[in-house]
């Protein structure tokens, strides 16, 4: 694997850089709260058959404790709605903030209901509570989600002592 450095955060790719990525990487990375890209590890650009989905996947998975993206998720083709900013990064660095912070656990219950009514896109790989937080994260640091989603995602312990990010 190739590394470089990207907002302070280690991306690894498998397939040489990828100079598209570098940049929509960079886009993405720039929003995520300081404290947040702190807690990345890294970051893996993996050919789309490393992920179980079929050749086609352009997604991403967290399971292993950081992000990991299929090549084609920097596909205009694929996922023209990871540009200028990747939804599918910010989306798995939402499962890693509910991870760390246990957040869903800790929400006023008035914040959970909101979290728990954000809608699961029918393409989803994954279902269940934590979905729901990833997509919030995802909804907050992208720009335009609905203010109770803003207000719970901020509410969350993610986002305790952290600024607001201003997509």
Partial sequence: MIE???????????????????GNLTQTLLIVPREHRSLLTQIDVLPPANFGHGPEYAGGGSGVGWPRLSELCFDTHYRPNNFPRNLTLLHEIGHIMENEYDCLSHLAPEHRRVIDNVTIPATAHTTGPTEHYA??????????????????????????GIDAPSP
């Fill in 135 to 160: 997509i919030a994260y995802q909804q907050v640091l992208s720009g335009n989600p609905p203010q109770a989603v803003r207000d719970a995602v901020y509410a969350s312990r993610a986002f305790a």
């Fill in 4 to 22: 470089k450095l990207i907002q302070g955060v280690r991306v690894r790719f498998r397939n040489g850089i990828n100079h598209v990525a570098v």
